[in-house]
């Protein structure tokens, strides 16, 4: 089998780092839940940022997690109350999926920058007000997506966008957990008022993006879809977690399945699992007219490789496979999802992982479940911005 000399690849994503030296950034984080631990761990890494407030619904709760990361920021329960008083610089929204239009749009409308976690939203039409909002302010929005910030994902882009797989045509992604529904730390996620969207929006988003970012976002045009919630809704479901208790709780989607016509002719076949009794339902694979990568399935798509890809393709008339070697991480991915967002704020440039990509994701994630709801395949419209 060929190998391809890996150093001919770089990271386009972590090259610019820019340290502000005149003053700190003020930094808000809404939603003190699980992944604001993440986020506050890696701005503590950064010199030139504080994190001076941080506000959850939840009474104590903004408090007990400065005190666990010895933190002295002021709390607050009301969001907008943090937001008007604390002269920000910028905030982190790392609030369940139903609550991050709303908290993204009241940043941006008093002018402030947002990494904003995944998924976007929960539907389309709540991304396009964060669009449009975004747009009046003047101020950037990042989405969370730290898997494009692993030189494997990057690697993807560059062999789709270099042209060595020919015109793609047909993509297969997706992936999922055996037994997996995520409950252990919190119980917002099967929730449909906190979540709105269950595999889908915690693991479907990451496969949509790995293959949406390496075709450089074709926009999506129709979507078949089901979403369904055979397992999460019986108690034998959590029996490794000992919650039998949340099955009555479960109120979103734990499998998924799609067709979806993309821009250029390509058609994206996707399914996501939460809970499902096979090993795995499938490799993501990406078919062109002179070559196809197949890339391993891990067994829950979270972002990260662990098994080489291959290109099949031809030579001299002959099949053969190239295997492109793992590459390995340099830097915590969640540290330059952070850092990069710092860098934008600070210089004024483009978000990283920009609302203006992320946008036919969720308009992928909605179609599937307003498919699903209503039993055939729907139209995708998203208005020119
Ligand atoms: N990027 C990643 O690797 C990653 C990993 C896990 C979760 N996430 C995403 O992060 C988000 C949060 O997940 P989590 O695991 O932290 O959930 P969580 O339930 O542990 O925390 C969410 C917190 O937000 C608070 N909250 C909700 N609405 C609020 C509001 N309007 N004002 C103030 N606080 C509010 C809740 O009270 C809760 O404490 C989800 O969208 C999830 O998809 C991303």
Same mark, same amino acid.
């Given at each position: 089998m060929a190998k391809i000399d890996m150093n001919n690849f770089t990271s386009d994503m972590t090259a610019k780092e820019v340290v502000r030296s005149d003053r700190k950034l003020r930094i808000g984080i809404i939603g003190t839940g699980g992944i604001a631990n993440s986020h506050i761990a890696s701005y503590l890494k950064q010199?030139?940022?504080?994190?001076v407030a941080g506000a959850d619904l939840i009474p104590g709760k903004a408090a007990e997690f400065f005190k666990s990361h010895e933190v002295e920021a002021k709390d607050f329960t009301d969001y907008k109350e943090m937001i008007d008083t604390m002269n920000l610089d910028a905030v982190s929204v790392?609030?369940?999926?139903?609550?991050h239009a709303e908290c993204t749009i009241y940043a941006l409308e008093h002018g402030l920058p947002v990494l904003l976690e995944k998924p976007?939203?929960?539907?389309l039409e709540e991304a396009i007000a964060i669009r449009e909002a975004e747009k009046k302010s003047g101020k950037i929005v990042s989405v969370g997506?730290?898997?494009?910030?692993?030189a494997n994902m990057q690697m993807i882009k560059k062999i789709v966008q270099s042209g060595e797989?020919?015109?793609?045509y047909y993509v297969q992604t997706g992936g999922g957990r055996?037994?997996?529904?995520?409950?252990? #730390?919190?119980?917002? $996620?099967?929730e449909k008022d906190k979540a709105g969207l269950g595999a889908l929006g915690d693991i479907g988003c990451y496969s949509i993006d790995l293959v949406m970012n390496a075709l450089g976002n074709p926009k999506p045009l129709t979507v078949s879809g089901t979403a369904t919630d055979y397992f999460g809704t019986t108690p034998e479901a959590y029996s490794q977690v000992g919650k039998p208790e949340c099955a009555k709780k479960f109120g979103v989607d734990d499998f998924a399945s799609a067709y979806i016509r993309l821009e250029g002719g390509i058609i994206l076949d996707f399914r996501i699992a939460w809970?499902?009794?096979?090993?795995?339902p499938g490799d993501t694979i990406i078919m062109g007219t002179k070559g196809s990568l197949r890339i391993p399935s891990t067994?829950? #798509?979270?972002?990260? $490789?662990?098994k080489p890809m291959t290109i099949y393709h031809d030579v001299a008339g002959e099949p053969v496979q190239t295997e492109i070697p793992l590459l390995p991480a340099t830097k915590d991915l969640f540290d330059l999802k952070i850092r990069s967002f710092l860098d934008a704020v600070i210089t004024g440039g483009?978000?990283?992982?920009?609302t203006s990509q992320i946008i036919y994701n969720q308009a992928i994630l909605d179609g599937i479940k307003k498919s699903s709801d209503c039993g055939h395949e729907v139209e995708i419209n998203i208005p020119e911005m």
């Open positions: 010199p030139d940022v504080e994190v790392c609030t369940y999926n139903c609550t976007m939203t929960v539907t997506f730290q898997p494009r910030f692993d797989l020919g015109r793609i055996r037994h997996g529904i995520p409950v252990s #730390w919190s119980e917002t $996620f099967i809970y499902m009794h096979l090993d795995t067994d829950c #798509w979270n972002g990260s $490789f662990y483009e978000a990283p992982v920009p």
